[in-house]
């Protein structure tokens, strides 16, 4: 089965910071990688996604991931952290007809 | 667009009682799918309907957990008898098509039913 893991719980950041939160997957095939945010109480907003074609990939809220191959990972990346970036994150991998879900990571951007 | 509707948004019951739980998704959305998120992990898929036939229900737990999609729009995912390993959150989402092989279709969440088993 196709599957990801974030190894870090939390990720603390101050307001203006790069922020960085990791995912490194396992594959049989090509990888379809997704990132989710889900602020509190409410569902899980899609944020960007990896099908193919350039490893930089940019989405939603000023957020970008690097697929890399060889290092077997999908990091999410932000270049200036926002307060109102703080909220869960999940990295998710398709894994035929499903999305499998990491834990997830809880982003905490410090004033 | 109207997004994904679930209700309730939180339900407290007592192990061995029934719960259910409803979800609308976005119009023209004929992919269905219900997640279980227990705290501290990621949503887990239950099932998964395309219109009203279920494509995956692979890790529902079927000899407590139900779930219909009659006229392929609403759905409702019951459970009869809750245990205390059952208190989590919902989530319905839903897509424009299945995530074949060769497509992606994003998935639109809902914001979940907060289910507590005392």
């Known amino acids: 089965a196709q599957s990801v893991a974030q190894p870090e719980d939390q990720v603390n950041v101050a307001e203006g910071n790069p922020l960085t939160v990791k995912c490194t997957y396992s594959?049989?095939?090509?990888?379809?990688l997704f990132w989710y945010v889900q602020y509190p109480n409410r569902g899980l907003q899609f944020l960007l996604k990896?099908?193919?074609?350039?490893?930089l990939v940019k989405g939603s809220y000023g957020f970008e991931a690097e697929f890399n191959k060889s290092q077997t990972s999908f990091h999410l990346k932000k270049p200036s952290a926002l307060v109102s970036d703080s909220a869960l994150y999940f990295c998710?991998?398709?894994?035929?007809?499903?999305?499998?879900f990491g834990k997830g990571n809880q982003v905490v951007v410090i004033p | 667009e109207a997004g994904v509707a679930q209700s309730p948004r939180y339900k407290i019951i007592e192990k061995r009682q029934s719960v259910a739980f409803w979800c609308n998704p976005i119009?023209?959305?004929?992919?269905l799918y219900w997640y279980q998120q227990i705290l501290g992990q990621g949503p887990k898929l239950l099932i998964q309907?395309?219109?009203?036939?279920?494509?995956?229900d692979s890790q529902l737990p079927k000899d407590r957990f139900s779930a219909e999609r009659l006229k392929g729009v609403d759905s409702t995912l019951k459970i009869q008898p809750a245990k205390l390993e059952d208190s989590a959150v919902y989530l319905c989402?839903?897509?424009?098509?299945?995530?074949?092989?060769?497509?992606?279709?994003?998935?639109?969440f809902g914001p979940g039913t907060r289910l507590t088993v005392l």
């Open positions: 990896y099908i193919t074609g350039d490893n």
């Open positions: 594959v049989s095939g090509n990888p379809y």
């Open positions: 998710a991998v398709r894994d035929w007809d499903r999305l499998a």
């Open positions: 989402a839903s897509s424009f098509l299945p995530m074949g092989e060769r497509a992606y279709n994003e998935q639109f």
């Open positions: 119009s023209g959305h004929a992919t």
């Open positions: 309907f395309q219109n009203n036939g279920v494509v995956d």
